[in-house]
């Protein structure tokens, strides 16, 4: 396959004139369950409209102010002349434009025609999917080796042993869970923590933690407590469509598996109040789950703690090590609840 952005692109995006109701605009991308919605003049491109300028919109007004705004017309909130790039562009040009001017979409043109829209998430996951490929490409190198010479003695196998290794820590995934992994998270918050000081955004932490976990290992074998992670990683990542769209995890949002049986999401462009509250939704859900595990059904819970960026932290660690401290608190305090930094 080459490079051409045209192979990542999504075709027929959604689409609306630029005098149609903002309302009518929120309900589609709801619908569609999308980031971004197109906004077209006399069959030409004027606008975009994001979750970002949504959240911004929500955020700046009043809530008798939002609601008389989503009877009005989308050119008046999207954003005009959006960035654009050209379907005969290669993946790194269009990569690093979206990267310059900071969008999370960006409309595809065919000289000026229309044809699709590409998201940095797409993005990202193609770069996931090459690193995945080397990596099984190492991995089945060292399976065929292994047939012909024994393992034990041999410098040359151990060495590519320890290049398989390296692929493995350059994976973007947790192999467990399908969630991202911890070097993934980090590289990423570090990214949007800068993001967020440079542009005066809000940003805000959630880690969570499955309450008494280790009896479930203890009980029923750590080859069930490893079936409970992915089912609560599903729980934490597909269970929440049905949340509004302020406080439901957005594709935006970063769910990762942080270690043992802990996670952390990033939500960009959050306050503590919204993280909040996309919180104690998901913790109802975990609460309300069944595990079945070897014929009998238990119920488990996870504590949560929500931190926002402060304007006085100087880097990224102060809001893990926030996040973190509530989420402790919130074990010290009873368990299955949520805690917001700072606890008093």
């Not at 190492?138 to 290049?163: F, N, Y």
């Not at 467990?176 to 992994?181: E, I, M, V, W």
Request: hydrophobic share 35%; with cysteine.
């Amino acid at each position: 396959m080459d490079n051409k952005i045209e192979n990542w692109i999504t075709p027929n995006p959604a689409v609306v004139d630029a005098e149609d109701l903002l309302v009518n605009a929120i309900h589609t991308m709801a619908e569609k369950q999308i980031g971004a919605i197109l906004v077209t003049q006399n069959d030409e491109l004027s606008g975009i409209f994001t979750e970002r300028d949504l959240l911004r919109l929500f955020s700046d007004n009043t809530e008798k102010a939002f609601k008389e705004h989503l009877m009005g017309p989308i050119k008046t909130f999207m954003t005009a002349s959006p960035i654009c790039a050209q379907s005969k562009d290669d993946y790194n040009t269009v990569y690093m434009k979206m990267k310059t001017h900071d969008v999370r979409h960006i409309p595809i043109l065919e000289d000026k025609e229309l044809v699709g829209i590409v998201s940095m998430r797409d993005l990202i996951h193609h770069y996931q999917n090459k690193l995945e490929t080397a990596f099984n490409e190492a991995r089945q190198e060292i399976e065929d080796l292994k047939k012909l010479v024994s393992v034990t003695g041999s410098e040359k196998i151990e060495t590519l042993i320890k290049e398989v290794q390296k692929y493995r820590e350059l994976s973007l995934t947790d192999h467990l869970t399908g969630l991202f992994n911890k070097r993934y998270f980090q590289a990423r918050l570090v990214e949007e923590v800068t993001r967020a000081k440079r542009s005066s955004y809000e940003i805000s932490l959630i880690f969570c933690d499955i309450d008494y976990f280790k009896r479930v290992n203890d009980r029923f074998g750590h080859h069930m407590g490893d079936e409970v992670l992915r089912q609560m990683a599903q729980i934490l990542r597909g269970g929440v469509d049905e949340l509004n769209i302020v406080s439901r995890l957005r594709k935006s949002d970063i769910i990762a598996r942080y270690g043992g049986e802990e996670f952390v999401i990033i939500l960009p462009e959050t306050g503590k109040q919204g993280a909040a509250i996309a919180a104690e939704r998901l913790r109802q859900q975990v609460e309300n789950n069944t595990f079945r595990l070897n014929g009998e059904d238990i119920h488990l819970t996870m504590s949560f703690g929500v931190a926002e960026l402060s304007p006085e932290d100087e880097d990224y660690t102060e809001i893990i090590k926030n996040a973190d401290y509530a989420m402790y608190k919130a074990k010290n305090s009873g368990r299955n609840r949520v805690v917001v930094y700072p606890s008093d």
